[in-house]
């Protein structure tokens, strides 16, 4: 390439000048010449367009800053005054039209030199990012709002607690924060639809938004979890009155598709910084509060207090406990014998779960009993539990040791898929075992916990293939009577608490004998628990009581020790036949 060929000086200048003019015009760029004390000297044509400025005139001599917003002119001045020391400066910031269109600009400030390297002036380009911004912001409501409910979500709520916890700091004010969980949520979307369950929640949001003041933030959290900020709140008793006024207004019954959805709540309460030293405890223990509230009854309102953390870390440690039993397949039945009261033989067994600890032994259900009110972890016990079991049925028909039945107890949480009998029922199949030597036994609350629909027809379909229900805990929970009216029960067990004190306590001995003399005419079995006795034996004798179950008859043992005790009760003679009192 030849170098280009010089002309005079006076050309030359002419030509750059020329250069810098179509530059100039070219860009897209607002840029502006300024005095080194940032006075406007000179701004392009396109700039001069996107300010909407018609007269420059106007502007020559003006203070760059004084242009822009009262809020921003510090920025401004403070970058002058670096690029004024000689440093490039960049920034961003609105600044609105002459006309007073919104406009935000990316702003680099660049000292000029003169050829003895000193500044005496400043090149100034802007750029125009407002829609950029605007896309920006669109995607950052988008990121942080619900689309169902129009409501902020999780992550817009997370900050803005963060943010309320540190201005609480900083001015010595408080805050209270409210967690509410919709009751029965999914039970509306599994029998009426999701379309029924959308309905349930935008209704929801609505009637949170008219029931909160201008100093409450509100969001959607979760699936079916709303979250409040509550501004100003101080006392326990402020937000207790906010969630009563919320739990009344949500139970207005809701139409859909003809038919109506009574939505209920349970909410968790707790205030900064009185029950929480930072945002993430005060979420916690809000939770916990959440927690507490939905298992003492539903559509309530509970505030934290400190004795909760105590049952949350012992539930999470339970939690962890029984997840290692089931990672680790530590878990293993103890059986404890039924007998029968008539001739002395054991009729049948419980298998009880039991579990062992690597360091402290074999342990009972109670040390990861919260683990049986968690889907997954119930199912993976209860499963661990049906393996061992059938693993020694086999072992016994092997050997022909006569075991009567094994009865093993379905946890409420195990019905909260509605496929527990057929994998029951699938594993006999594949183990080769006959329904007949299994029992199942439920209590009250499985009927109550995940509603009726799921349990009766997995007992109705346990029923079918010739496996027995037990109704365990008779008369410790709630509707007893219809519930032996309504499914299909087998056997009912009373419970320890009645049997226990029927030497003592005339109206404990009084159920007994109703609930033996009912079973009886309903053609039920019933099996006594916690027989520990000879006078508590002697009177379910005397009432013609079924069978026994009990530390009176053995503790419950390992595998190898109830094979011996089968093998051993086979050579005994039954006792002789005992009269029954009217």
């Avoid at 959607?220 to 906010?242: K, P, Y």
């Avoid at 910084?273 to 939905?294: I, M």
């Avoid at 397949?329 to 298998?351: D, H, N, W």
């Avoid at 029960?489 to 320890?496: A, F, G, N, S």
């Amino acid at each position: 390439m030849l170098p280009a060929k010089r002309g005079s000086g006076a050309e030359d200048l002419a030509g750059a000048g020329a250069l810098f003019d179509s530059i100039l015009a070219a860009s897209v760029d607002c840029i502006k010449i300024l005095s080194v004390d940032g006075r406007i000297e000179l701004m392009n044509g396109p700039g001069l367009c996107a300010m909407e400025i018609d007269d420059f005139d106007q502007l020559v001599g003006q203070e760059w800053a004084a242009l822009w917003p009262v809020a921003g002119r510090a920025l401004v001045r403070n970058a002058v005054a670096r690029a004024r020391a000689g440093a490039a400066v960049r920034f961003s910031a609105p600044c609105p039209t002459a006309k007073g269109s919104p406009r935000w600009w990316d702003v680099i400030v660049t000292p000029l030199r003169d050829g003895r390297g000193r500044i005496t002036r400043f090149l100034a380009m802007s750029r125009d990012i407002t829609a950029q911004r605007d896309t920006a912001e669109r995607l950052r409501r988008i990121g942080e709002q619900d689309p169902l409910t129009d409501l902020p979500n999780r992550r817009w709520f997370q900050m803005r607690v963060e943010a309320a916890a540190l201005r609480a700091m900083e001015s010595g004010s408080s805050f209270g924060l409210l967690l509410l969980d919709l009751d029965r949520f999914k039970q509306v979307n599994g029998t009426l639809g999701h379309g029924a369950g959308d309905q349930l929640l935008r209704t929801v949001a609505r009637r949170l938004r008219d029931a909160l003041k201008a100093d409450a933030w509100l969001a959607r959290v979760g699936g079916d979890e709303f979250a409040l900020i509550v501004h100003g709140a101080s006392t326990d008793s402020q937000l207790v009155r906010l969630g009563e006024t919320i739990v009344e207004r949500l139970q207005r019954p809701i139409p859909y598709d003809g038919q109506l959805m009574h939505p209920s709540a349970s909410i968790g309460g707790a205030l900064f910084p009185a029950d929480a030293a930072s945002a993430h405890e005060l979420l916690k223990n809000a939770e916990t509060a959440l927690d507490d509230s939905k298992a003492r009854a539903r559509g309530g309102i509970q505030m934290f207090q400190q004795h909760m953390r105590q049952q949350a870390q012992k539930e999470a440690s339970q939690l962890s406990l029984a997840r290692v039993a089931v990672f680790e397949k530590s878990v293993l039945p103890f059986y404890q014998p039924k007998t029968c009261l008539v001739s002395g033989r054991i009729s049948g067994l419980e298998a009880l779960l039991r579990w062992e600890h690597p360091r402290s032994g074999i342990q009972g259900p109670e040390t990861i009993s919260e683990a049986f009110k968690d889907y997954d972890l119930a199912s993976r016990l209860g499963d661990l539990i049906q393996e061992r079991v059938m693993k020694d049925i086999r072992c016994w028909l092997r050997e022909g040791v006569h075991f009567g039945h094994v009865s093993i107890n379905a946890a409420p949480a195990e019905f909260m898929h509605d496929d527990y009998a057929e994998r029951l029922v699938k594993r006999l199949s594949y183990a080769g075992i006959q329904p007949a030597l299994i029992q199942v036994e439920v209590t009250e609350h499985a009927f109550l916990a995940q509603g009726a629909k799921y349990v009766e027809r997995a007992l109705r379909l346990l029923s079918a293939t010739g496996i027995r229900i037990s109704l365990d805990d008779f008369g410790t929970g709630y509707s007893s009577l219809s519930h032996v009216k309504d499914f299909p029960l087998d056997i009912l067990k009373v419970d320890r608490s009645f049997v226990s004190t029927v030497e003592s306590v005339p109206e404990s001995a009084a159920i007994v004998r109703a609930v033996v003399d009912l079973a009886r005419h309903l053609s039920i079995e019933v099996v006594a628990e916690g027989v520990e006795t000879e006078a508590q034996l002697e009177f379910l004798r005397s009432i013609g009581c079924d069978f026994g179950q009990g530390f009176l008859f053995s503790k419950p043992l390992t595998m190898a020790q109830t094979t011996e005790l089968l093998r051993k009760k086979a050579t005994e003679p039954a006792l002789p036949r005992q009269p029954v009192r009217d």
